[in-house]
């Protein structure tokens, strides 16, 4: 322990310090570091939590990369069959870093029962389908099984059921339009979706993809599209680009932030939000620990004239008051996680704050504990503070011994 820290641990720990006039403002630098450290672990906890979880949501029903036919359908229904003998189906061997792909359709329909009816889109899954990725999205019953022969069951939207007063075990009839005419099935509920996503919610049901198959006269290895999934969200567009080279010519690919632009841009305002909110409280913290530091030094200018006068110089010194300075930043760094980890903690598992889906997209606030950005801000908030801390100690080197010894 060498000298300088010493005197600063004695002029942190004196009784007098502590009774000065300097007392009730290292409280409040105390208090700014704590309660900006808590804004900042809030706010990137939700903004990363809240990009995850949209983004979640969004590639469950869609997968992270489309495959279609190369037209100009831009509607969510399937037109034009694609036969899924094709190299890169069962597996997509050719592009790494892809986990999974599964095939399906989707068709236009209009529900009816024997007091409303509501328009639909019947998205056709297989065997091949990933249900694990909306498996937390079930509020009610069970997934279908797909995996025997065709079958009724299909699972609607909490949205869907309400207005249409349907819960599990009712049946109801679907009308398929075509050519001339239509088609009639009639489909069994065994499960309730709410995922929170309202453009979801409100149109689709999935059921057996084979329905679809029949009603537009497939055959029974043909389908709509197929829905790629990426190991890593982060790389979607390159391996978009990768997906698109290795099939054949006449289809074509759409990452999910093609497909959905307006969603991901608005997502992209949340990382220039938390960027201003760490500026602002890194700035108030920085501020309030420069007015302590300048009262400390003021109130301390006898004892500054002392040390200079036994030989100590003016970096000697300012170490001293920069030493008392680390110890406030770090106990308000102390103080400031336990309480925003805390809060992060509490609506992690019990969801206490509660968003409106139709403007966010969630039912409850997301957040994501990220101990590796947590360290940062712990890090960058200590290192900013003490570098700016050095323009106001640069005051020490100005004072002289004899005037500060005669100072009162």
Not at 37 to 63: C, D, E, Y
Not at 71 to 84: A, M, T, Y
Not at 246 to 262: C, D, G, P
Not at 361 to 384: D, H
Request: hydrophobic share 50%; aromatic share 12%; charged share 15%.
């Amino acid at each position: 322990m060498n000298l300088e820290y010493f005197i600063a641990k004695r002029l942190i720990t004196a009784k007098d310090h502590k009774s000065s006039i300097s007392a009730p403002i290292i409280k409040i630098a105390i208090s700014a570091i704590a309660i900006g450290m808590v804004m900042m672990i809030i706010s990137v906890a939700t903004g990363i939590g809240l990009q995850q979880k949209i983004r979640q949501k969004v590639s469950a029903f869609n997968g992270h990369i489309i495959i279609s036919n190369y037209d100009d359908n831009q509607s969510q229904v399937s037109v034009e069959p694609i036969s899924i003998k094709q190299d890169f189906y069962p597996k997509f061997n050719s592009v790494p870093g892809i986990s999974h792909i599964q095939a399906v359709a989707s068709k236009s329909g209009i529900i009816r029962t024997e007091n409303a009816f509501e328009g639909i889109i019947f998205k056709g899954v297989g065997k091949d389908y990933q249900w694990e990725n909306i498996q937390e999205y079930i509020v009610q019953g069970r997934i279908p099984n797909f995996k025997s022969s065709i079958n009724e069951e299909v699972i609607i939207s909490q949205f869907i059921a309400n207005r249409l007063n349907l819960k599990v075990g009712d049946g109801f009839n679907t009308y398929f339009m075509k050519e001339n005419g239509y088609n009639v099935r009639n489909f069994d509920v065994v499960g309730i979706y709410n995922s929170g996503f309202q453009e979801f919610d409100a149109s689709y049901i999935l059921g057996d993809i084979r329905h679809l198959q029949r009603i537009n006269k497939w055959k029974p290895d043909e389908v709509g599209a197929f829905e790629v999934f990426v190991d890593d969200f982060a790389n979607i567009e390159s391996k978009g680009s990768e997906v698109y080279q290795q099939i054949a010519s006449t289809l074509n690919t759409q990452t999910i932030v093609e497909k959905y632009y307006f969603i991901f841009e608005w997502l992209k305002l949340f990382d220039f939000n938390i960027i201003v909110i760490l500026i602002i409280m890194i700035v108030v913290a920085t501020i309030n620990m420069v007015v302590a530091l300048l009262v400390l030094i003021l109130e301390r200018t006898q004892m500054i004239g002392i040390l200079k006068a036994l030989g100590a110089n003016n970096w000697a010194v300012r170490k001293i008051f920069l030493y008392n300075a680390f110890y406030l930043i770090v106990r308000g760094l102390f103080l400031g996680n336990g309480i925003g980890i805390g809060l992060v903690l509490i609506q992690q598992y019990f969801g206490i704050i509660t968003l409106n889906p139709e403007n966010y997209y969630v039912n409850v606030a997301p957040v994501t504990l990220n101990l590796g950005y947590i360290l940062l801000l712990n890090i960058g908030t200590v290192v900013i503070c003490l570098i700016v801390l050095l323009v106001p100690s640069f005051i020490i080197t100005k004072i002289s011994p004899v005037t500060a010894i005669r100072f009162d």
